[in-house]
């Protein structure tokens, strides 16, 4: 836990100690607050090999696109009859989609915590 607390200081936010459980809310609500606390915009060049010029990129969707393909694998279960299904949703979304997001998140986030 203390490490976190230390990141937690090291990004800027405030430790809270009284907490509503996060499954005791809505999703929608759970998003939103999400959403409300990382509303963090960074720029990113969307094709690094193309002469175009830098895109917005937003935290909260990079996070909120990877919770949601990962959780299709996660949905499927852990029986050995689903493993393979599992494995294959979340290879698959890696591959198309949510490694992209992990990519440019964790850039945007080491590169908030470098800067100080």
């Known amino acids: 836990m203390r490490p976190m607390l230390e990141g937690a200081r090291v990004v800027g936010y405030a430790i809270v100690t009284k907490v509503r459980r996060a499954a005791e809310l809505p999703l929608h609500e759970r998003l939103h607050r999400v ?19 830098p895109v917005a990129g ?17 949905a ?16 698959f979304h890696f591959d198309m ?7 440019q998140a964790l850039n945007a986030l080491h590169h908030a915590c470098a800067s100080g």
Do not use: K, N, Q
Not at 97 to 103: E, P
């Open 58 to 74: 937003e935290l909260s969707d990079d996070l909120l696109d990877i919770y949601v393909d990962v959780s299709r694998g996660l």
């Open 76 to 91: 499927l279960g852990r029986s050995p009859a689903t493993r393979a299904a599992a494995l294959w949703e979340w290879r």
């Open 35 to 53: 959403r409300e606390r990382l509303l963090t915009l960074y720029w990113m060049l969307f094709d690094r090999y193309a002469d175009e010029a």
């Open 97 to 103: 989609h949510w490694g992209a997001h992990a990519v």
